[in-house]
């Protein structure tokens, strides 16, 4: 086995590169790996002083700066901290690990136990000419570590098939296995490895047209969901004393034309609003046209922005964010029970809902952030002001009950960090908990309704290939070969594969689907190639997710994907 | 389908000698299966066998635009599809921040052009494959050199430079008279984007897929801050950061040219940013966010380069082979809510000024072609488009604003009724300009025709 020598530098306390690039707060730690390689004998005496740290640091913040701007610092060191497993170094394993490498996870094991033939020079873009005859894992390792020095690598020649047999303990090390290309049954008993050692498995397949990408592990949380469409939490519906005490110092009536329009239009909402209540007994408008009526009748000109921007923003008081069913289902969750032994994110999902039960009044802790509103400068730092006190009034609200939690459980009371629980508040409306059923048990009967649904839909090709892989598997299994691998039985395949895709549908009690033919003569003319640009995609696919979940921001797939070439689409089959 | 290089072809290279003997047995195994057996869901007219596979090897000739984040994966992708002849063309240099995701390139190549490393990598590792790279910007290259391929690849991450390709390309695009376009004048594009986990590819066929024109709209337009709020009401950190980069710059320093790439810029305007922020009691100007801000700078990461280049890759192999069925035109790909891979067929503008078979614009019957080229001067639809057009009728030049002998020769039809011109009806005018990057077509509709024709009678 081949490793690379790899240092660590800690740089303690608040790092400030090039005026102020990048902010390290000052209790986390920043782990800075440097490249050692023969060629640079020299950076390892310098480690010792504290500016090359600093340099190694620009550079890395320099060299990630596109991704940093996604991901941010927290998930950058999660990634940096990562130990991945790969299983086989055809395209589809390295095309997902040059994505990672790439990014700059912390260290990478490709597992592979083959020799390199004229079809890995075909397909494969970390194989050398020159390499041929050689062993596919160590060369795809050296030419993965060429393209960031930063990573360690490292490789084992043996197949992982023999590895999951004998030496599952083999497993324990990783945060994440990646198994690519692997059949049915060797995903089954590696599944089983990686839920003993709490390794996440994520399966990626590619075959011919068709790509596969899965998720299994017992449960993921999300904190840092960061869904596209952000719901605005703005409480113009109901807005807290300090909020209407702000209000009321604006004079939205004022006679002033230039005050008149730079009046913010969180403000303007909450008034009109609160002189509508006072005119109808206390009752809301009970449409959003009746409220914009309302809010036009206040506005004197065509261009007055602030106005413009209330009757758009008008809904939010008529009809708020409703919070989401997969936020309220984390809140019903089994694990909302906490004892010793319950992990920190279940702990405060309890003292938050603890809080939305009292003192949050059903809400879960304001965020404090506002839009931008057409306003004079200060009166929407004001605005502001008050929403940022409260989402920090709330949260400390939290704190105290997650305080209270540990103490009862028998924990340090400070053994959550503060930061932690504040940042747990600020994206708690869009807490996330995913949970996937073992390979061994994927055809429960809940899956198998929602798949005779998605089967018996019009365009269910890629259902319908879903089958298929599992189909080419088992005849794999009996035959020793892929259907369509051999020209001169194709026929022969055809017919088998047909009989085996059959078999599968009834297995999975979909007794009546049929898969259409030419699906079927499509799946046999594949013949198991592993085309480098479908690897490409499903390499890409599977770096995304491996990225999602070792950062544990985004949301991952809910359920195994289906990639299908021929008409470009993926489909999610819904567990 | 596709033509073959010929001696009116100067541009067209040698292949190398070496790419006919490296061709291991076997070595395309994988792709083999796809192109040399038939298939049960493919393109019309998809002939399968060793001819097919050369033809892609020796033949089709295809141009990558753009050796950034998609340009080293469509590079990668295109010469392990089997695609022998490739060419690229990038004006930018290596940059640090390239390197989490522009995988040919290394710390080592910083400042080299980015083309030319990329070539020179490919070619290193997947013999037989010969790249030529192009170190310029697109619009040095005369429309003529596009001509030369026939499938064009964009990896390009501006509005700009594909409105501009997506004209020259829609340029050779020429109609038979009956409004069908002339097939053997289509040059297919292939384009993909990408920004953070989200991405699209899409395939234009010009003449009969949307072009880039058409779909304009679906690209959101970019935002903007007004300039009374910058000056006045700042309220956010862009707002003041952007205040300094528009406005204090040329007040403090006048006659100074701002470069983004010059660090004691840039740090200045982040310092007067934040400066500016705590006066107005702002939080959040940071280094890093006025880079951002001031460079407009687009986050990017490999993976998702990676799934949409890999699908250009295949729709340019599909287009090139027919060994599949093409993709609805445009797929959209967003992977930060699970996957969201979709594809969309939708509609050409039949009013297109870049691809549709005319404009139509409605005149006078009565009109000479000077008042008709005053007419399309006025045309809101033109507007930027066209300064000192040139009129020609099927190959036939009308008028020629330039060189100064053809001028004299067509000058005097500006005087001349235009439906005279025309033969007496209306029909297609192609108007030729400095400012348009590619022809512009015009459908000549004479207004109430049957009543003037008794009226002259
Ligand atoms: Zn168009």
Redo the contacts with the bound molecule.
Sequence with gaps: MYYAENLRVIVHGAVCVNSGAFHVSGQEEVVVRLDVTESAPKKRCLVKEATPGVQAMAQRNKKYDRQLRIWGEQGQSALEKANICVLNAGPTGSETLKNLVLGGIGSFTVVDGSDIQASDLGNNFLIEWSSLGKRRASAVCSLLHEMNESVMPKFVDESPESIIESNPAFFRQFSLVIATQLSEFALAKLDLICRQYNAILLVARSYGFIGHVSISVEEHDVIEAKPDNRVEDLRFHKPWPELRRLVQEFDIDTKDPIVHKHIPFGILLIKILEDWKADHGGQMPSSLRELKAAITSRKRELDEDNYNEALKAAYLVTSPPSLKPEFLAVLKDRNVEIDAGSSDFWIMVAALKHFMENEGEGEPPLDGSVPDMHSFTDYYIRLQQVYQAKAEADAAAVEERVRNLLKQIGRDPDGISRTSIKHFCKNARNLRVYRYPSIADKYSSQVRTEFQKLLAAADNSNAAFYVLLLAVDRLAGTNKRYPGTVDAEFEEDLALLKAAAADVLSEIGCHGASIPEDLVGEMCRFGAAELHCVAAVVGGIAAQEAIKLLTGQFMPLSGPLIYNAITATATVLDV | MMKRKGEDEPWALEPEAMAETVDLEGRWRDLDRLLLRPGYIVGPGFEPGIELRDMIKDDCRVLVIGAGGLGCELLKDLALTGFGNIEVIDMDTIDVSNLNRQFLFRMRDVGQPKAKIAAERVMERVKGVNVVPHYCRIEDKDPFFFRGFQIIVLGLDSLEARSYINAVV?GFLEYESDGSPDLTTIKPMVDGGTEGFKGHARVIIPGLT??F??SMWLFPPQVTFPLCTLAETPRSPAHCIEYVHLIQWGQDRPGETFDADNTEHMKWIFEQAARRAEQYNINGVTYILTQGVVKNIIPAIASTNAIVAATCALETLKIATMCSKGMDVFMQYTGTDGVYMRTFQNE??PN?V???PGVPVEVEPDITLKQFIDTILKDSRFENKISMPSVSLQGENLYMQAPPVLEEETRPNLEKALRTLMNGEGGILNINDRKLKGTLRVQVIFKDVDMDAGGCG
Aim: some cysteine; hydrophobic content about 10%; aromatic content about 0%.
């Design positions: 829609c949307p072009c024109q058409c050409k503008d297109c870049v691809c549709s």
